[in-house]
């Protein structure tokens, strides 16, 4: 049985005895140029990240000395070009691992990003995590480790990078967690999410309707997930949060448009004024194909592109310029090398009117996947 079968059958069978509901978030500093908590997300308007907040496990299986917590997750978002942007992640540091029942209060603070961010172009975000105890045995933490060097590698942001890693990582989860008696599904979910709204939510082991939303809250602190303003010993949940920024800080490391400015860069310091030009053709072709930036910020970085170019090679012939250079010394121009040092000023996205949720709740819509 793979993770999916698991955390699916786990979902039909448990469904009435978790809450996933929208939680207050903590005072804790929120990325810059961030939507406000409860905003739904409109098509082409912002970056979305998920997040790792913090995880209480109980590891009710009997038998076992030890055992490793670890987070399985796997986040999915349709991409402009018709592709699906899959993330698959696998976190269990050093502190949810050797773990015994003398440690099963401890509230797991991970805050890590397992997705994004990813430009939003309309259509649900799909989750599928699942917390698992993993029973102690020898090959498990060097098996749990290549995991995550894997997570690592592949990276939560960019698709061309993770696509690779994305198979591995999945059969290698399944492989860790294929044997009943030595792994514990801790709690699991298995949504779209749609429409996409920001803010944090719990996912908590407790009867459906036995919590109200405001009765939740995290500690600021090692966020921990209390009721009524206190701890829940022995209540296993999950806490993770939906961010959606309109700019994105580490635009310029997307694989494609860095190779393609790389080319334009080494076309100037030749100084082939023909050459450069193509490659500024050849940079708004592909960042008007790049999935991972938004329509008009990948408009924005093409400007400060050909803005250098004019400022290079001014209002003058081409075949001319060629020729007259010939054979002469590359130029040394005032051109950063790096796509990072172009000071691109991106255009953030309007806020919509309707765009807060009615009553400015946070209540997120979430459907089952067919």
């Known amino acids: 049985m793979s993770i999916f079968d698991a955390i699916r059958d786990w979902w039909k069978v448990e469904q009435q005895n978790w809450t996933l509901t929208p939680i207050p978030a903590p005072a804790v500093p929120a990325p810059a140029n961030t939507l406000p908590e409860g905003r739904v997300v409109e098509m ?7 997040r790792m907040r913090s995880m209480a496990i109980a590891a009710t299986s009997s038998g076992w000395n030890k055992f490793h917590a670890a987070l399985h997750s796997a986040a999915s978002l349709q991409l402009k070009n018709g592709e699906t942007a899959t993330i698959q992640t696998v976190l269990s540091p050093d502190f949810m691992r050797n773990l015994d029942s003398s440690k099963l209060e401890r509230v797991l603070h991970i805050d890590r990003t ?40 592949g990276g939560v942001a960019f698709v061309s990078a993770a696509k690779p890693f994305v198979d591995p990582i999945k059969k290698g989860v399944e492989l860790l967690t294929g044997t009943a008696d030595s792994t514990s599904l801790e709690i699991g979910i298995l949504r779209d999410v749609d429409p996409l709204v920001t803010g944090w939510c719990a996912l908590v082991r407790l009867p459906r309707n036995s919590v109200e939303p405001n009765e939740l809250s995290v500690a600021p602190g090692n966020l921990e997930l209390l009721r009524d303003g206190k701890s829940m010993p022995g209540t296993p949940y999950l806490v ?30 030749r100084n082939s004024q023909k050459d450069a030009e193509e490659c500024v053709k050849t940079f708004r072709r592909t960042a008007a194909i790049c999935p991972e930036l938004l329509d008009a910020h990948a408009e924005d970085v093409v400007k400060e592109v050909q803005k250098k170019y004019d400022q290079l090679f001014p209002g003058v012939d081409v075949a001319s310029v060629e020729k007259a250079t010939r054979g002469a010394p590359a130029r040394t121009p005032k051109l950063p090398l790096e796509l990072e040092g172009l000071a691109v000023t991106f255009r953030s996205p309007s806020v919509k009117a309707g765009a807060l949720m009615k009553g400015g709740g946070t209540r997120a819509v979430m459907r089952m996947p067919s």
């Open 44 to 50: 082409q308007e912002a970056y979305v990240t998920v």
């Open 114 to 153: 397992v997705f994004g961010p990813m430009p939003y172009t309309g259509g649900p975000l799909s989750l599928n995590m699942g917390v698992f105890a993993i029973k102690h045995a020898d090959l498990a933490v060097p098996f749990i480790q290549v995991l995550e060097e894997l997570t690592t590698a």
């Open 240 to 269: 993770f949060s939906i961010d959606a920024a309109t700019t994105r800080a580490d635009w310029a490391k997307i694989p494609e448009l860095k190779a393609a400015y790389g080319e334009f860069t080494a076309a100037v310091r």
